[in-house]
């Protein structure tokens, strides 16, 4: 585990924010990622976004754990951590909770942050501390040459499943969610425009923000999220939630999705028998709506949400700690080390 890039000037203005802009960003590393990796898109949006923050550079920081999408922090031009295998999410809790003034990001895939990490992402969602989550699902593992992923469809022909998984995948937003996440949002590589959208969603939240991000591995799972990216097929395969609108979609925007009961169906607008107003209407504060949502994944008649399931506000692990560490204090004083080691059950061995 190493700390990252430790000269990072301070370009203070006189409005006593520093000025930068993405090239600023770009560290004098060389991206090292397979031709037509979607990780390029992703750092490329990354590094777009954060001069528009607001947050200066040298407060802001990536944490990665092991995998492709892990080299991230070399390439950007900020403080960062490449960590251990499945432990980002940990060591980005330990940064924040020391530094709560800190803008704190953290790039894991399907892999670390699903399979050896999934327990650490579950206890990082349900603190709320605030910190930003990127997770590249890929539906592989790509760094180690293809074996199949929490998140590959059962029956995955891969390396380690030559006659298909058996396992039924992750829905990483459902899980999310099941974890008492306060932000959870599904975006895709190729689509910039609403990249860069959700990544600054998810640095105006305050608390986790949780963002699943279709990326596609050009080697080993090439093609995997097509439906989705491909253009003449694309608008008839996703429906794109948006706060206060009905769920929409189509290449002729002729198709909705609305409620039968909790269970979601798609109608036409155009035969007649429906309107705008039979429609589902996004509400991204609503918990049950967003578990819906979340549920139409794996469906293949339905179409595929992309945006933000679910946006709500709940007090966040680090302000609650400093609370409790202001009322100890006001209660008991500052404290001393000394007095501290000395009191309670203590004994001297001979």
């Known amino acids: 585990m190493s700390a990252l890039n430790q000269n990072i000037p301070v370009q203070s203005t006189s409005s006593g924010t520093s000025k930068f802009t993405s090239k600023d960003l770009q560290s004098d590393q060389e991206v090292r990622w397979c031709p037509g990796c979607g990780d390029y898109s992703i750092l490329a949006q990354a590094q777009r ?4 923050l607001g947050i200066p550079r040298h407060k802001i920081v990536f944490v990665s754990g092991i995998g492709c999408s892990s080299r ?13 295998h499945g432990r ?61 992923s929490p998140t590959s469809e ?22 999310a969610l099941g974890a008492s996440a306060t932000f959870a949002a599904r975006t895709i590589d190729r689509d910039q425009k609403h990249l860069q959208s959700i990544l600054k969603r998810a640095a105006e939240h305050i608390g986790t923000s949780f963002i699943e991000i279709y990326q596609n591995c050009s080697v080993f799972n090439d093609g995997a999220f097509s439906q989705f990216t491909d253009k003449e097929i694309k608008d008839d395969n996703i429906v794109l939630l948006e706060h206060g609108k ?13 409620l039968n009961g909790f269970t979601p169906e798609i109608v036409s607008l155009k035969d007649g028998k429906h309107s705008i107003n039979d429609l589902l209407v ?14 139409m994944t794996y469906h293949a008649h339905l179409p595929r949400p992309i945006g933000v399931f679910l946006s709500i506000e709940r007090p966040t692990y680090e302000a609650e700690m400093q609370h409790q560490i202001e ?12 007095s501290l080691l000395n009191s309670g059950e203590t004994w001297t061995i001979q």
């Open 72 to 84: 991230f922090p070399y390439y950007m031009n900020t403080y960062g951590f490449h960590s251990i």
């Open 282 to 295: 996004h509400n991204e504060n609503d918990t049950t709506l967003s578990f819906i949502l979340a549920d």
């Open 246 to 258: 009905p769920l929409i979609f189509g290449k002729e925007k002729d198709k909705g999705i609305r």
């Open 49 to 52: 976004i954060m001069p528009d």
């Open 154 to 175: 059962k029956g995955k022909i891969t390396k380690s499943t030559p006659l298909g998984s058996l396992d039924y995948p992750f829905n990483p937003i459902s899980l």
């Open 327 to 338: 009322f100890s204090k006001e209660k008991q004083g500052e404290g001393n080390i000394e």
């Open 88 to 148: 980002a999410t940990s060591i980005a809790s330990g940064v924040k909770l020391a530094r709560p003034d800190l803008s704190v990001w953290v790039v894991t895939g399907d892999g670390d942050g699903m399979s050896i990490g999934g327990n650490h992402l579950i206890h990082l969602l349900r603190r709320n501390i605030d910190v930003n989550v990127l997770l590249f699902n890929n539906q592989i593992y790509g760094l180690t040459k293809g074996q199949y």
